[in-house]
């Protein structure tokens, strides 16, 4: 499953580079920006599934800022002697970016953010008949994040990401931003 959704997104990255126009960078105030993401969390090496959302504003004497939300979704094991413990995070916050402005012609949008989340973390233990308490997992999440994304149309974007943050989190991400 998850290889015939990353092969889907593969697929559909082709196929925006083929139909691109040269275009300059589209980071527009007051304009709305969301997409989904599929990544590689460094945490249990598992993929992951999420979604960006940000609102752009301009702040004056500081520049082109983007606030909103995100959302990701990913699960991993670890196999012990005799059993296995499976855990299963969904992470829900708010993010603000700094878009940093490029002269000329290029249809790159760099930017450089915070995120602020929690982590509804779960825990699971099967195995052979021990009882140990389930162990605490999750929580509030703080991360930076650095990414860029190149557009290939006036409304289509390709985003890269990576991110660290608390709870041993870091991620490398690729998703589709849509602009509305």
């Given at each position: 499953?998850?290889?015939?959704?990353?092969?889907?997104?593969?697929?559909?990255?082709?196929?925006?580079?083929?139909?691109?126009?040269?275009?300059?960078?589209?980071?527009?105030?007051?304009?709305h920006?969301?997409?989904?993401?599929?990544?590689?969390?460094?945490?249990?090496?598992?993929?992951?599934?999420?979604?960006?959302?940000?609102?752009?504003?301009?702040?004056n004497?500081?520049g082109?800022?983007?606030?909103?939300?995100?959302?990701?979704?990913?699960?991993?094991?670890?196999?012990?002697?005799?059993?296995k413990?499976?855990?299963?995070?969904?992470?829900?916050?708010a993010?603000?970016?700094?878009?940093?402005?490029?002269?000329?012609?290029?249809?790159l949008?760099?930017?450089?953010?915070i995120?602020?989340?929690?982590?509804?973390?779960?825990?699971?233990?099967?195995?052979?008949?021990?009882?140990?308490?389930?162990?605490?997992?999750?929580?509030?999440?703080?991360?930076?994040?650095?990414?860029?994304r190149?557009?290939?149309?006036?409304?289509?974007?390709?985003?890269?990401?990576?991110?660290?943050?608390?709870?041993?989190?870091?991620?490398?991400?690729?998703?589709?931003d849509?602009?509305?």
């Amino acid at each position: 499953m998850i290889k015939k959704i990353f092969r889907y997104f593969i697929l559909g990255a082709i196929i925006c580079l083929l139909f691109q126009s040269p275009i300059k960078a589209q980071y527009t105030i007051e304009k709305h920006y969301a997409g989904p993401s599929i990544g590689l969390s460094f945490l249990g090496s598992s993929f992951q599934f999420g979604g960006n959302y940000e609102y752009a504003i301009n702040i004056n004497n500081f520049g082109n800022i983007g606030i909103g939300g995100v959302l990701r979704y990913w699960g991993y094991s670890d196999s012990f002697t005799g059993g296995k413990w499976s855990y299963t995070n969904i992470l829900i916050g708010a993010q603000g970016n700094y878009h940093f402005t490029i002269r000329g012609n290029e249809p790159l949008d760099p930017y450089a953010g915070i995120v602020l989340a929690y982590d509804g973390g779960s825990v699971s233990y099967s195995g052979p008949g021990r009882n140990y308490p389930t162990p605490s997992h999750g929580g509030l999440w703080f991360g930076v994040q650095g990414g860029i994304r190149y557009w290939f149309n006036s409304n289509l974007a390709v985003t890269g990401r990576v991110g660290f943050g608390t709870l041993s989190y870091g991620a490398l991400e690729l998703g589709l931003d849509l602009k509305f």
